[in-house]
């Protein structure tokens, strides 16, 4: 029932308006919403840069999925709308973006820095094969890596 299709430049202001929801803010690393102008800029740039960004639209209007990549590691970043929740979309889109890293990019290595109050995310990336590595005061550090 949910998708995943590649973002596209003019996701910019649709995704700005996720990332500086109140929850989204709260899960994210810098704690702080983004300056609109910043954002959509910021946005555009990781949509151009295919070579450092792999950016996906969780379908059908559900949210998003971001990894930055440099060879050989990448870390993966996801926001669901609340009502796409529970509902196997982040495991789902988790799954892909890891086979993806794996099969089509080659990577060895994928991270996920989750706060340590975000139950529901260290539930599904765990759930999705990834391991907790280390903890960095509030900040646990999960990373996956492809089956041999
Ligand atoms: C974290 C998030 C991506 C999880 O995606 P989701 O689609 O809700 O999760 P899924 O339905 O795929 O759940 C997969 C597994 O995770 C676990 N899980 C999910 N939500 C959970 C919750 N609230 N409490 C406990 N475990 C939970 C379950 O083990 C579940 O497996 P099951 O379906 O066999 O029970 C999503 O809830 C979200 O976007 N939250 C807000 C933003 C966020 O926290 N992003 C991550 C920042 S690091």
Redesign the pocket.
């Known amino acids: 029932m949910y998708s995943l299709r590649r973002a596209l430049t003019g996701d910019g202001e649709w995704w700005m308006d996720l990332r500086n929801r109140t ?2 803010i709260a ?1 994210s690393g810098s704690q702080e919403a983004l300056p609109r102008e910043y954002a959509v800029d910021k946005f555009i740039d990781m949509v151009r840069k295919p070579g450092e960004f792999v950016f996906w639209i969780i379908e059908p209007d559900a ?1 998003w999925i971001v990894m930055e990549y440099h060879d050989p590691w990448g870390t993966i ?4 709308k609340p009502y ?9 889109a988790i799954k892909q973006m890891c086979k993806y890293a794996a099969g089509e990019l080659g990577l060895e290595k994928i991270w ?3 706060r340590e109050e ?4 260290s ?2 990336f765990t ?1 999705c094969g990834f391991v907790l590595s280390s903890t960095n005061k509030s900040l646990w550090n999960f990373t996956w890596e492809p089956k041999e």
Request: charged share 10%; no cysteine; net charge positive.
């Open positions: 929850d989204a899960v949210g970043s996801i926001y669901l796409a929740r529970g509902q196997g979309a982040g495991a789902m996920a820095n989750v975000n139950i529901s995310s539930s599904v759930k």
